[in-house]
């Protein structure tokens, strides 16, 4: 199996999850927060949905899903045009609600789309491409890809922690 396979098959798990953190769940409960300042499932999804599509989108110079498909007029938050979620407060977590959880895969399934075109088209020679000189050492290709499928698994990991307490099972 090759590195781009491995990859593949990894972004494919987190499609998967994601449909299941989100299926089925009411607006309300997509929104709901277990706890003060804690995040909802509709934040966590749309954070790590954000941070895929931005990272993505960098590391391959290509136009991010969101501003290109008309994905943040779509969601209509009241965010900044690029804003991934990072460094959130409990008040801009709050900020993302969704009318429904097909609005949350749609968006993700449109940033898996094209994360799976680019990672189709790579080999094994591409994973050493520098994309980030801003840290020491710099973050190649493969790091990236590494580190956003990392980031994502945990926070849909979280998401079904929270589907779990808010469905009370």
């Known amino acids: 199996m090759h590195a781009k396979d491995i990859l593949i098959e990894g972004y494919n798990r987190i499609r998967e999850e994601v449909h299941a953190a989100v299926g089925g769940l009411a607006p309300d409960q997509l929104g709901a927060r277990p706890a003060p300042g804690a995040n909802s499932v509709a934040w966590l999804v749309w954070h790590l949905t954000r941070v895929q599509?931005?990272?993505?989108?960098?590391?391959?110079?290509?136009?991010?899903?969101?501003l290109a498909q008309d994905w943040q007029k779509t969601f209509g938050l009241d965010l900044p045009r690029r804003d991934t979620g990072y460094g959130h407060?409990?008040?801009?977590?709050?900020?993302?609600?969704?009318?429904?959880?097909?609005?949350?895969?749609?968006?993700?399934?449109?940033?898996?789309?094209q994360t799976l075109d680019?990672?189709?088209?790579?080999?094994?020679?591409?994973?050493?491409?520098?994309?980030?000189?801003?840290?020491?050492?710099?973050?190649?290709?493969g790091v990236r890809l590494v580190?956003?499928?990392?980031?994502?698994?945990?926070?849909?990991?979280?998401?079904?922690?929270?589907?779990?307490?808010?469905?009370?099972?």
Do not use: C, N
């Open 118 to 141: 680019r990672l189709r088209d790579i080999a094994a020679k591409d994973l050493e491409r520098v994309v980030d000189e801003r840290w020491d050492p710099p973050v190649t290709l």
């Open 89 to 113: 407060t409990p008040a801009k977590v709050a900020k993302v609600q969704v009318d429904s959880g097909d609005l949350l895969t749609g968006y993700y399934d449109a940033v898996h789309a």
């Open 53 to 66: 599509d931005d990272h993505i989108a960098d590391a391959f110079e290509v136009d991010q899903v969101w």
């Open 147 to 169: 580190s956003v499928l990392s980031d994502d698994l945990q926070h849909v990991g979280q998401a079904a922690y929270v589907r779990g307490l808010v469905l009370g099972s």
